[in-house]
């Protein structure tokens, strides 16, 4: 286990990257439903990329353990007496059953219930049953679980599947200390939902990797957000295949006329909670941006916040961020909302989507009203982790929009009247997520 240490930037870079160049292939519908593309895809990507496997606060003692499925594979994470986070493929080497079987406990012996072997949380035998039975002489201290790959990064763990995998800072790049700064690891998961959806992965990837679908998949973002492409600004991480938007927030979008009720109602909250009037703005609701900016500087310190390392644009903005290959953070001044798309074990029109809210409390504060959710939270209380299918379970009312789109994008993707796709030029990042999935598949 290695712990990623660079120092972070007093604050983020936010110069415009130079454009890599893009390839104009279609994307062929068959990358969402092949198995021939599925199973390229595992050994190409999925065995060797980096993931986020779960919370370093799930380990937070030594003895705690918790467990991630990736595909066919299960991966144990464990805190050993040493302190140190370490990994592990859920099996015991023995004769190969699963070896824990909860998502999640507490041990400082890790047992396999179909012949008593028991294990370290450090991945060392230390029992066996009938020990002067084996040929070579008791196995305990000769055997151990097979590691995996392991760092603990922004309060995550995250792991990779090839031994000889760059070190995650590697992989980040220049996006590694701009997650950095925004101290994840103080934040609460305060929401912890998990579906199982009837689309590929990349459905979920493409949807986050571009704006275009707002207006129509989320009208009412245009009351509090800006829609245009013409004010965001998108950047291309190559080769390391990231991508980050900043959308202007706290305000509606230029194109909006009207409606100047339903942006004061919708932001009211907010405002009200920084000791500003929604009818202040009434003669012009643009000016709510850079009110709340000027307020959230003046305030933050009484409130419990220590903004110092943000931009103005941080206060108010989404900065959104696509880590190849699966994860999304969608940075709030507040919050984060983190998404996850890890593919079925066997069915290439399936996977799993994760999402996670994380709310960052003021100091001393432990209810907040977290404006992504619609609702109050309390960091005193455990989060349940939420399982089930699609229209069994909330993931907040912005992502239930996307999640409604994804069941029938995939039956188009299959069709054979879907030809490859035609993109505008704000989708430039779904371009860029495919030509990265193709250079690491040896095809670009």
């Known amino acids: 286990m290695a712990t990623l240490l660079q120092p972070a930037p007093q604050r983020i870079d936010v110069t415009p990257q130079p454009m890599p160049a893009l390839s104009e292939r279609p994307i062929e519908g068959s990358r969402y439903w092949s198995h021939d593309f599925m199973a390229r895809e595992w050994d190409g990507i999925w065995t060797k990329a980096w993931l986020i496997g779960g919370l370093a606060r799930q380990v937070a003692r030594p003895g705690d353990f918790f467990?991630?499925?990736?595909?066919?594979?299960?991966?144990?994470?464990?805190?050993?007496?040493?302190?140190?986070?370490?990994?592990?493929?859920?099996?015991?080497p023995h004769r190969g059953k699963r070896l824990v079987m909860e998502e999640a406990g507490h041990s400082k012996r890790l047992a396999c219930s179909y012949h008593g072997w028991r294990f370290t949380s450090e991945g060392e035998l230390n029992f066996v049953p009938c020990p002067e039975d084996f040929a070579g002489g008791n196995p305990c201290g000769k055997v151990r679980l097979e590691e995996v790959r392991c760092e603990v990064f922004a309060g995550f763990v995250w792991v990779n599947l090839d031994p000889n995998a760059a070190p995650l800072a590697d992989h980040l790049g220049p996006v590694g200390p701009q997650l950095a700064l925004y101290?994840?690891?103080?934040?609460?998961?305060?929401?912890?939902?998990?579906?199982?959806?009837?689309?590929?992965?990349?459905c979920v990837q493409d949807n986050f990797n571009e704006s275009y679908h707002l207006p129509f998949?989320?009208?009412?973002?245009?009351?509090?957000?800006?829609?245009?492409?013409?004010?965001?600004?998108?950047?291309?991480?190559?080769?390391?295949?990231?991508?980050?938007?900043?959308?202007?927030?706290?305000?509606?979008?230029?194109?909006?006329?009207?409606?100047?009720?339903a942006v004061l109602e919708m932001m009211r909250t907010e405002l009200t909670y920084w000791g500003l009037d929604p009818e202040d703005f009434r003669d012009d609701p643009l000016r709510t941006r850079e009110a709340l900016q000027q307020a959230k500087r003046a305030k933050g310190a009484e409130k419990g916040y220590d903004f110092g390392h943000f931009h103005d644009a941080q206060l108010t903005d989404h900065f959104h961020y696509t880590i190849f290959p699966n994860i999304s953070f969608s940075l709030k001044p507040d919050g984060c909302i983190w998404l996850r798309a890890d593919p079925h074990p066997t069915d290439p029109e399936r996977c799993f989507f994760d999402m996670w809210y994380f709310t960052w409390f003021p100091e001393g504060v432990d209810r907040y009203y977290a404006y992504s959710m619609g609702q109050e939270v309390d960091r005193t209380v455990p989060v349940p982790h939420?399982?089930?299918?699609?229209?069994?379970?909330?993931?907040?009312?912005?992502?239930?929009?996307?999640?409604s789109i994804w069941s029938e994008q995939q039956k188009g993707l299959r069709s054979r009247g879907y030809r490859g796709g035609h993109l505008a030029g704000q989708e430039a990042r779904v371009r860029f997520f495919h030509d990265t999935i193709d250079r690491w598949l040896g095809e670009f």
């Open 183 to 202: 101290n994840m690891e103080a934040m609460h998961r305060t929401h912890w939902v998990t579906l199982e959806g009837d689309w590929n992965w990349k």
């Open 386 to 403: 939420q399982r089930g299918v699609v229209g069994e379970l909330s993931c907040g009312p912005g992502i239930d929009q996307d999640v």
């Open 217 to 261: 998949v989320h009208p009412q973002t245009r009351f509090v957000m800006e829609q245009s492409y013409k004010d965001c600004q998108f950047d291309l991480y190559a080769p390391h295949g990231h991508a980050r938007m900043f959308m202007p927030g706290s305000r509606p979008s230029r194109s909006l006329r009207g409606h100047t009720d």
């Open 67 to 92: 467990t991630y499925e990736i595909g066919r594979e299960s991966i144990l994470v464990t805190r050993g007496e040493d302190g140190q986070v370490r990994a592990f493929y859920n099996v015991c």
